[in-house]
């Protein structure tokens, strides 16, 4: 393997910066950026003029409304590092794209339910081996670094990247993320696949108002406990790289922050690897958040932060900017040496001074049918049934259907953003050998079947149509939610779901007809105004493009539903309260007004039942030291096979810091045939249950504490 001090020796100082910088496919191509002549082009001078001449040390994404096949991407890297080769010591150039569900911007790649959905399933082994089959599929194509897995924790359901998160608990982030992190990344220090990047450390998910990328006011204390563990177990795990919140936290931006990059992320959480600004955000720096007086300022202060990569995109001044402020010895060369010290132990982790391009040849089961069958099974189970009333569900194949409603016939309802595109607009056209939810009831369906869309995702279309059909129909399936978006493009005023949408449902519900609501959405989009006159509602949370046969197998009965909520599905928009809230959240004038959601968090039906027995503990008291061993024994009692998770809750039942009702602490997933049953065990470590004291520091009181799984609790002591 190659020697980094060796060569950092040799670099001269505009070469060391050049490495530092990453720039976006557009600026390589003929046109504008964002303007791109289609086709694209790889321009010859620009490659001249950015790999060769600044020595750009690493290029992303892809050109917006184009969507590569794998040979072209195999041309553009073969291009792109071939020029790199021409520069005095042919550093590789690293390739990073969003691949957060699949291989998500290249065509005929296996894409997979996005992360929400994936936390929906809760299978760990499910979620690695999707990571495994990106990581290879990325390989295919080159691309050795992903900006993924996003552990942000979704603690604001209107946010819209909500459904990048793996759902609002920090255990399950915990868990996800490792996950994915080791299928991307092989098991710590095998760092033979692609790189993961965790994003976007740290607090993103929590922007006060909702909005993306504005402000979060997060106290140290909950800062530790809520959002620094699940980057802390990926960091463990081994993830290679981080990319950095866009927004602010406390007055601060993140990427101004030392205390975080620094003081916290590599000294007291022992982060040794790359880190790399989000999008254009030390610009930002200067323009938008306004704690830089110039651009210069704003590189400084990001440098002085602790930034590895700036992710400009589109120009070269942050080169030229770091090498004046290092030339006027504002900033170390030896602060620029440990940055490019980590740039290129990523570069040697991959492997790429061996091997930069990959021939997609090797890759035979890029997109192969063994992965898509990955992808189906994901989807089947990932979805929820959060509603049966008098099991109406499964619905008889025969049975005479109205299917409406603007989810019913679109990729971008079961697929969301950064599919084929960043908002996943081009989804329809590139997912199309893909059944839609509509095109997967019909080829099930043995009956009559009517599709009237009724409104669409901002208007009527024929909605005095649907409801004359719905009084004919026996049942209506209602498709409702969000389509594709990401970031500030979905932004929201308002968490209910779209006036139009809800006139429909009402105006259905008025027929007194059946109706099975299917929410295909990225976030719980508010249905309070009629939900109790739905007797069944089915939860997509953008389970891919293998989601419409998955969906239709659930109405349908092929498919018992395994999935639970990773989230609270709120009823209010006053009320957007998480599961491990505190107990004056819960105990108070009006209990109708404090936490009431829709649907808990952990909530999910199922075409058969299971019955919990026998909770025991090894001991009713333990010193820190010992372990907690947990047993359970769980029975199918119904008639069908099925899959159910498992999920065990402590509560603290005093503590000096307002405890939470109840704290996820584990969970499994486990298989039973009917009639079949088995007995768990769970291991619990007493510091697993300690939560950020007054001073910052984490602290396991004595006292009571309650274990709960189902309708079961025993008390146990902590000396
Ligand atoms: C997003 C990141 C993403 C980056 C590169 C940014 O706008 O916030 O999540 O990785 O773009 O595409």
Redesign the pocket.
């Known amino acids: 393997m190659i020697n980094i001090d060796h060569l950092l020796d040799q670099m001269t100082l505009e070469e060391k910066i050049g490495q530092m910088t990453q720039l976006s496919l557009d600026t390589l191509h003929t046109g504008e950026p964002m303007k791109i002549q289609l086709p694209p082009q790889l321009a010859e001078k620009k490659l001249d003029y950015i790999v060769r001449e600044r020595m750009v040390g690493s290029i ?2 892809v050109t917006s409304e184009y969507l590569p096949e794998l040979e072209e991407w195999h041309q553009i890297i073969s291009r792109i590092q071939a020029k790199a080769q021409e520069t005095r010591l042919k550093i590789p150039v690293l390739y990073g794209i ?1 691949a957060i569900h699949g291989v998500n911007y290249c065509a005929g790649a296996t894409l997979f339910p996005q992360p929400l959905s994936i936390a929906a399933s809760f299978n760990l082994q499910q979620a690695e081996a999707i990571a495994r089959v990106t990581a290879y599929e990325a390989q295919a194509a080159s691309m050795p670094w992903n ?1 993924s897995p996003a552990l942000d924790v979704g603690r604001i359901p209107s946010w819209p990247r909500f459904w990048e998160s793996f759902g609002e608990d920090v255990f399950v982030n915990q868990a996800m993320g490792t996950a994915t992190v080791k299928g991307y990344q092989g098991e710590a220090g095998d760092y033979t696949k692609v790189a993961a990047c965790l ?2 450390f740290t607090g993103y998910g929590l922007p006060l108002s909702g909005i993306d990328r504005t402000p979060a006011w997060i106290p140290d204390r909950y800062l530790r406990e809520y959002f620094l563990p699940a980057y802390q177990t990926a960091i463990d795990a081994g993830a290679m790289t981080i ?1 950095v919140n ?1 927004g602010e936290i406390n007055g601060i931006p993140v990427h101004a922050s030392k205390y975080l990059l620094t003081d916290i992320l590599r000294k007291e959480m022992g982060f040794e690897g790359l880190l790399v600004t ?2 254009q955000d030390i610009i930002y720096l200067h323009t938008r958040h306004k704690t830089a007086p110039t651009m210069k300022d704003a590189v400084r202060i990001s440098i002085e932060a602790g930034i590895d990569m700036s ?1 400009t995109p589109f120009d070269t001044q942050f080169i030229d900017f770091l090498l004046e402020l290092v030339q006027e010895g504002s900033i170390s060369e030896e602060r620029i040496d440990e940055s490019v010290r980590r740039i290129l132990a990523v570069k040697a982790h991959l492997g790429l001074f061996e091997q930069a391009v990959n021939n997609p040849k090797d890759y035979p089961a890029f997109g192969s049918e063994t992965h898509q069958q990955l992808s189906l099974d994901a989807a089947r189970e990932s979805l929820v049934l959060l509603k049966n009333e008098q099991n109406l569900l499964p619905l008889d194949k025969a049975a005479n259907i109205l299917v409406c409603g603007p989810a019913a016939d679109n990729q971008g309802a079961l697929n969301g953003g950064w599919t084929a595109s960043w908002q996943g607009d081009m989804a329809e056209e590139a997912l199309s050998q893909f059944d839609t939810i509509l095109e997967a009831i019909k080829r099930l369906h043995e009956g009559t079947l009517e599709y009237r869309i009724g409104v669409n995702y901002s208007e009527e279309v024929d909605f005095q149509e649907a409801i004359w059909k719905a009084q004919e129909a026996d049942y209506i399936v209602l498709c409702l939610g969000e389509e594709s978006y990401t ?1 500030y493009c979905g932004d929201l005023n308002d968490l209910y779901l779209p006036d139009h949408q809800i006139n429909l449902a009402l105006a259905l519900v008025s027929t007194g007809k059946p109706i099975i609501l299917v929410l295909a959405e990225g976030r719980p989009r508010l249905i309070s105004k009629f939900a109790d006159q739905i007797p069944a509602i089915v939860g997509a949370f953008y389970p891919g493009p293998a989601g419409g046969q998955a969906i239709a197998e659930l109405i349908f009965g092929d498919l018992n539903p395994s999935g639970k909520l990773p989230f609270t599905y709120p009823q209010f928009p006053n009320s957007l309260i998480p599961y491990d809230h505190k107990f004056t959240e819960v105990e108070g004038v009006d209990d109708t007004i404090r936490f009431n959601p829709q649907f808990e968090f952990g909530h999910g039906l199922s075409y058969t039942q299971f019955e919990y027995s026998n909770l025991q503990l090894n001991k009713k008291s333990y010193t820190p030291e010992e372990t907690i061993h947990v047993s359970i024994a769980i029975k199918n009692t119904g008639s069908k096979a099925g899959k159910e998770t498992i999920l065990l809750y402590v509560r603290d039942e005093y503590a000096s810091i307002t405890p939470p009702v109840k704290r996820l602490r584990k969970f499994k997933k486990l298989a039973l045939e009917s009639g079949a049953e088995q007995t768990i065990h769970f291991e619990i470590q007493p510091s697993e249950l300690a939560f950020v004291g007054l001073d910052n520091q984490w602290i396991l009181e004595a006292g009571r504490f309650e274990l709960m799984i189902d309708g079961l609790s025993q008390y146990f002591i902590i000396e």
């Open positions: 992303l994404n969003d900006f994003k976007h990319m866009s989000d999008w992710m970031e």
